[in-house]
DNA sequence: GGCTATTTGTACGTATGTATC
DNA sequence: GGATACATACGTACAAATAGC
């Protein structure tokens, strides 16, 4: 059964399945990766935190917190302890679909 | 082809071989014994961490996590959730080998 | 400035499924 | 079939940094 969520705004929308062979990881990485990508996060804004898209996701904070990293080490996250974690500036500006669509998602 | 792996200060250093027959949690587990009951590890110090531990010795982490937890069975490593893994402070200082035997093998 | 809640980061321990010998 | 090893996912716990009041 596929997982499926969006948020009030459908600034991320990502759908996963525990049946399809691909691990969760996979999945929620790429679906993260191309929402950026797309520009459907700005640059610098604030995304979910690990702990609440987990939840709202149905998946453990782990499998965030290991997306999260991977895609920070790749720019397109940044973070540091004790703050939120944003979109990364290098990346968005870099991407056309941003700008073009200013699109608000909070947290 | 042997796995060798040396820390920065050569507190704990193994050798492990995986054509070697023995099974690799035997050859690990008695390897980070040997380094504690040597005194290569200073009672209370820290270890490394099970992933970065098995990342760095090319073996799955639950091979570490259930060498971890012999040792600390044994009393030679203290563990709790949430913390890092430390030598126990009762071994490294005084002889070792007791304990060792008199404890079953697990699992 | 201080206090508290939140968040990231880290770490352990466990469970389940799979592959291979 | 059993033992060994690995991959994936989850739950929990704790420390440090931060943000907000």
Do not use: K, N
């Amino acid at each position: 059964m596929p997982i499926e969520w969006t948020d009030s705004d459908p600034e991320l929308s990502l759908r996963l399945d525990r049946a399809f062979g691909e691990p969760l990881r996979v999945q929620f990485e790429r679906a993260l990766r191309q929402s950026i990508q797309a520009g459907r996060l700005e640059a610098g804004e604030r995304i979910s935190s690990t702990r609440r898209l987990a939840a709202e996701l149905g998946i453990s904070r782990g499998l965030v917190v290991d997306c999260y990293t991977q895609l920070e080490a790749e720019g397109y996250l940044s973070s540091r302890p004790g703050s939120a974690t944003r979109v990364g500036v290098g990346h968005a500006e870099h991407m056309p679909a941003v700008e073009a669509r200013a699109t608000t998602i909070r947290d």
